[in-house]
């Protein structure tokens, strides 16, 4: 494609990419040697010039990665971000504990180091939820904190394969998730964010009006807020490629929903009240590591993730590390 030779060359990060037929996922972008110098005002204005081209590898690849752009700073990034020309999707009603840091670019969730963040679409357990995501490597680990990402439509497939009836059962069921929310955000806890930050307000009326727009129901308790959120479909399907996506946050409610609040057995459940199967919870996890490509952070690296295509996980790492992010709609 021409358009990508003037500034954007497609790379190869071995032992980091899967190989599907027809495209490599996920893409990796650096700047073209022969064109001009790069600066952050030519990345900016190359992605505003080139954005057929890279709207059209990411939906082929579903994730793209640039390396080796001057990107440097928080306010970097958000230029990056805001050269998509993507809308800003707020984030309410997600649980991770985060930080605004500068314009539309917050921290990534901000739980302890030794702490992995299980698979999950970005805010599948609600309603609206970004299309697509970024994030961006401000300081790089000190060792580990791999961001692995793994395509939807590959676990779906795998597990309507092995699991033909639990799948039917999701399918016709939904999930439920709940979650008992402290009134101040915890960070020691992957789900620490509390009430007043996931609401964006400090008033219970107005808490409970964005709750019922998201469709959840709230119950509130001495020091916080049991939140029920469902039946929500587990099973989507993605109009723009045209096949069936595993999208839902079953196995992070299920594995990782823990802290001294919340029992992550009891976090999700079928959309009728039934509890979930240990085994297969357990099994669609190795299926989704088996399938994963961990992605080792640069400093500077910025990456794209269409949230319909992909889901993202975090290991633990030794910091330092610092890893933004910025969701649209």
Not at 263 to 287: N, R
Request: net charge neutral.
């Amino acid at each position: 494609m021409a358009a990508q030779a003037e500034y954007f060359i497609e790379t190869q990060l071995p032992n980091h990419q899967k190989h599907y037929g027809s495209f490599t996922f996920p893409s990796i972008l650096s700047p073209n040697p022969k064109s001009s110098p790069s600066s952050l005002s030519v990345f900016t204005e190359s992605i505003k010039s080139h954005k057929p081209f890279l709207d059209s590898l990411l939906l082929k690849s579903g994730a793209l990665l640039f390396r080796g752009f001057p990107v440097k700073t928080a306010k970097d990034f958000n230029d990056v971000v805001e050269a998509f020309g993507f809308e800003e999707l707020p984030y309410v009603g997600g649980a991770a504990p985060r930080t605004n840091v500068v314009g539309r670019v917050f921290t990534a969730n901000e739980s302890p180091p030794d702490q992995k963040i299980p698979f999950h679409h970005e805010m599948a357990q609600v309603p609206e939820f970004p299309s697509k995501l970024f994030f961006f490597c401000e300081v790089e680990p000190g060792s580990g904190g791999e961001t692995p990402i793994v395509l939807s439509h590959i676990v779906y497939e795998k597990m309507k394969e092995k699991y033909p009836e639990f799948v039917d059962r999701l399918e016709a069921h939904g999930l439920l998730y709940t979650r008992v929310l402290g009134e101040d955000d915890d960070p020691s806890s992957p789900i620490g964010r509390g009430w007043k930050s996931t609401f964006l307000t400090s008033n219970k009326a107005v808490a409970e009006e964005r709750a019922a727009k998201l469709g959840m129901k709230l119950e509130w308790l001495s020091n916080g807020v049991k939140t029920v959120m469902g039946p929500i479909p587990a099973i989507k399907y993605d109009k723009s490629r045209q096949r069936k996506i595993w999208f839902n946050s079953m196995v992070a409610a299920y594995t990782g929903w823990e802290d001294s609040r919340n029992d992550p057995v009891k976090a999700v459940t079928f959309g009728d009240g039934q509890p979930l199967p240990a085994d297969i919870i357990y099994d669609c996890l190795k299926i989704l590591e088996d399938e994963c490509v961990p992605i080792p952070w640069k400093k500077g690296d910025v990456m794209l993730i269409d949230n319909l295509a992909t889901l993202h996980s975090r290991r633990s790492f030794d910091p330092p590390r610092r890893v933004l992010a910025s969701l649209c709609k």
